[in-house]
């Protein structure tokens, strides 16, 4: 069965960077939709960025990480990236990625990975 599994969180200060990384079990080219969520204490998750199956377009980020955060996927690989630049203490959370074959919005029925804990100090 298909599996992702988050790596790269850490502590950093704020204005500091991190590039997570999601790595597939199966190619997810032309097959998975693929999304970064994340949640932080006591908040509902919310999504940060996904791509389409094509890994290379139809980027979507939420209004809070736009112009810092960008998403990225290596289909030789079976990777996605969230690289993190300029970090604010408000991005502390547990990092999420998500693969869904349906590409509907509806992420909650995907495959979902274990999450990695991102920590941004002030």
């Known amino acids: 069965a298909m599996q992702v599994a988050e790596s790269g969180g850490g502590s950093v200060q704020a204005g500091g960077s991190l590039r997570l990384s999601c790595a597939a079990s199966e190619n997810t080219y032309r097959r998975y939709c693929m999304a970064w969520f994340r949640q932080a204490p006591g908040k509902e998750r919310e999504g940060v960025a996904t791509?389409?199956?094509?890994?290379?377009?139809?980027?979507v980020y939420a209004e809070s990480v736009k112009g810092r955060f960008t998403i990225s996927q290596d289909n030789s690989k079976n990777t996605l990236y969230l690289q993190m630049n300029g970090l604010k203490p408000e991005d502390t959370a547990t990092y999420y990625c998500?693969?869904?074959?349906?590409?509907?919005?509806?992420?909650?029925?995907?495959?979902w990975g274990q999450g990695t804990q991102v920590t941004v100090s002030s």
């Open positions: 791509v389409d199956i094509y890994g290379s377009t139809n980027y």
């Open positions: 998500v693969a869904d074959t349906e590409c509907t919005g509806n992420w909650y029925s995907g495959i």
